[in-house]
């Protein structure tokens, strides 16, 4: 089992840049594909991005493609999300996620931090 905790989050103009971590505990890091996810108020939660367990293949939602960067240090135990070029519209909480290598399913979620981006 894997425990997760989400910090960075804050207040940022349009434009701006905003850099998430995920502390993970509980598990060997390495077994998990990491994702970000986000929901904002009155929507859906929808995928933002992911990256394998060895650090390859990362993998963005088209609207933050090109503005986003997701990377983990497996030594750490964490994973980052570098967020640049900030719009309005990425205003949501962000939450990690873990999946277990060779599965589908998002079994364990972090408590969320709040990105709120100002026009």
């Known amino acids: 089992q894997v425990q997760l905790v989400e910090s960075g989050g804050g207040l940022v103009q349009a434009g701006g840049s905003l850099r998430l971590s995920c502390a993970a505990s509980?598990?060997?890091?390495?077994?998990?594909?990491m994702g970000w996810f986000r929901q904002a108020p009155g929507k859906e939660r929808e995928f933002v991005a992911l990256?394998?367990?060895?650090?390859?293949?990362?993998d963005y939602a088209d609207t933050v493609r090109g503005r986003f960067t997701i990377s983990r240090d497996n030594l750490k135990s964490t994973v980052y999300l570098q967020m640049n070029n900030l719009k309005p519209e990425d205003t949501a909480v962000y939450y990690c996620?873990?999946?277990?290598?060779?599965?589908?399913?998002?079994?364990?979620w972090g408590q969320g931090t709040q990105v709120t981006v100002s026009s």
């Open positions: 996620a873990a999946r277990m290598r060779g599965t589908t399913e998002y079994r364990y």
């Open positions: 509980g598990d060997t890091f390495s077994r998990y594909t």
């Open positions: 990256i394998t367990w060895s650090g390859g293949s990362p």
